[in-house]
């Protein structure tokens, strides 16, 4: 299934899968919709609980399935933003995970199998919690918009455009390189560098707006709250 065979945000999706559409389609289109968020979910849990990649994806898919059960979307309504929705089930499933593990630990200690140990301090307050989501959701978005930059520009056959795109637009806070050093090395300059580098940059807004109106029913404000509305401002 194509990206254009499915509804275009989530809202029509699960009002699909609540309302018990017998069609196949739908049943994919709110697997998608998982898929969606399924990396940034598995990074959270491994961020929060600490986990393997392994154990991490249990807990992920184990969540993931709960929400494909009706009753359980039943209790989402158009009012309530879907990364919201997510957050509390999130919220929910580490509590439970943590409960069960201190359960276990202290019957492991009871039996003298584990030594007493200090808690891990892993973020506990909802507030950090959704900070941490939120921190996950966001790269989720970036790197999905900027994988679309690098195969559009391939696609262009644009190699130098895509390298100077990558060389100024750096995501993880580190000093993007030096203008002079860039039209030095390709040949070209200052000028033309800024030109290629506002082009490369124009698709990378439009592809994350695609992005937000693939995952909102308001695709500026959902960038506003997740914080990445400046990438879209010209």
Known sequence: MGSGDWPSTPWTIIRLARAGAAVRGDRAALERLLEIYYEPVERFFRRVLGLGADEAG??????????????????????????????????????????????????LRALALVPAAAAAGAPGADGEIDAVIDDELRRSYVDEAARRVRDELQRQEKPDTLAIFEARTRFDGSRPEDYAALAERFGLRIYDVRNRLTAARRIFRRELLRIAAERADDPKEELREIGLLRYVRT
């Not at 929400?67 to 933003?81: A, K, W, Y």
């Open 58 to 107: 249990d807990v992920t898919h184990d969540l993931f399935a709960r929400l494909l059960e009706r009753d359980f979307l039943d209790g989402l309504t158009h009012e309530t933003s879907f990364r919201g929705f997510l957050k509390v089930a999130c919220r929910r499933r580490c509590a439970s995970f943590r409960a069960a593990r201190a359960a276990k630990t202290r019957a």
